[in-house]
């Protein structure tokens, strides 16, 4: 028989996605599959979006065989339950976007339905909150890991981390270099493609170096050197939707409280995230250039801090979109040189895991086969529009009459796809999950009821119970929730009992 195995592939680009493909590559191929090797230059600085993340990450790092203890530490991690919106359905508003399931379903009926039948007359965050143990423990600043506790909501904690992005890259470097991973230290001067295929025969460095592949993983940031420069993919523009293209990023000292949640707060022209560490708070401003300029929105970031600056802010230039092929030929892009979707729901490390698990499911034989990459390529762009139409949601929902973002944000027209989900939930509060798209039923109950949008009645399924009995089952999942809280350490303790950065000892 033939070996048609795919027996060396380049990484082209480090940082957070580089390292993390390189990661999985080595663990789950193993060194006498294929070659991996890993090309990067020290003087190109990494974007480093991306310190909080979703849960997903817990499943990639525990593919990873990564002790999630050591693994907080070296990164300075903390815990997240959820992420707080501020001033994004009016001035003065704040919901939390909570992990984990609201309630739970009673009699094969969606325990949404039995909340908006039982909260008609009076509901929004703080009643929303009530129901769900992440968002609870969010607001008394409270984590722990789930423990065995039976049909407790104590067994079932849903959560994520932040972590200082950079520290995970070096983190899954050593990871990677100690199951076979060559790393190449230099700036790449050229790309050299098949003068009859078309594909990437090698890429050359400023010393003359010539390193080529079978395949080529492209990590190479906004740029896209490869899949962009060389291979002209294409790009989807959904500045229209998204009209946020720039950001301002910048470290602080740390507050006196170490929060278990990510913080949006928006403002004028954008909207500034809030991320907790152990050694400091990430901060950064996400704005548009259409609707004020770089100097107002780096005051706004500046003035809106909770410690001194430990950095001189940092300036971000992109466009909201997606490359209209992420698989060209040889070439995979994974992370920001597949497509940028801003940080505002989390997404931007979830989308490198989910784009190198993908690549993983439809891995290549030496022939690339085009049903592959065409399915590869329909997969991805689903998921990107799927989350696009979430972050959309997010600014469409607005009720803010204040500046002019919000007012174009607010009657701009919107995807198919997300009017239909509006109008289904505004007719009788049903959200259904649709194939894979990320986000599920729980997320968008939050960000819909949580900036005002109200469905104009309850499913009818619920009343298969009586009104009697729907109080009563609520009440109990209501005081449930809040014992279950109080059991739970703070957030501060629990890391300094468990996993405190400064005990930290590399391996």
Known sequence: ?????????????????????????????????????????????????????????????????????????????????????????????????????????????????????????????????????????????????????????????????????????????????????????GKITSVSLHPETGYVQHVQLTDGRILDADLFVDCTGFRGLLIEQALKAGYNDWSHWLPCDRAVAVPCENAERLTPYTRSTAREAGWQWRIPLQHRIGNGHVWSSAFTTEERATEILMSNLDGKALDAPRHLRFLAGHRKKFWEKNCVAIGLSAGFIEPLESTSIHLIQSGVAKLMQMFPSGGFNQPDIDRYNRVTTFEYERIRDFIILHYHLNRRDDSELWKYTQNMPVPDYLTDKMALFESHGRIFRENEELFNDTSWFAVMIGQGLKPRDYDPVADVQSAEETAARLTNIRDTIATSATYMPTHEQFIEENCDARTYVPA
């Open 1 to 185: 028989m033939t070996d048609k195995r795919v027996r060396k592939i380049l990484i082209v680009g480090g940082g957070t996605a580089g390292w993390m493909t390189a990661a999985v590559l080595a663990k789950l191929l193993k060194n006498d599959y294929a070659d991996i090797h890993l090309v990067e230059s020290e003087e190109i600085g990494t974007v480093g979006v991306g310190e909080a993340t979703i849960p997903q990450i817990g499943t990639f790092n525990r593919t990873l065989g990564i002790d999630e203890t050591d693994f907080v530490k070296a990164t300075q991690g903390s815990f997240k339950l959820g992420i707080e919106f501020v001033n994004w359905g009016a001035l003065g508003e704040r919901y939390i976007h909570p992990f984990g399931a609201y309630g739970l379903d009673m009699d094969g009926v969606s325990f949404h339905a039995f909340f908006l039948k039982h909260h008609a007359a009076r509901y929004g965050p703080e009643t929303m909150d009530q129901y769900n143990l992440q968002a609870l423990a969010a607001r008394q600043n409270r984590f722990m890991r789930p423990v065995n506790a039976g049909n407790s909501p104590l067994s079932k904690i849903a959560y994520a981390f932040h972590f200082d992005a950079s520290l995970y890259a070096r983190y899954l470097r050593k990871y990677s270099e100690a199951r076979g991973v060559t790393r190449h230290e």
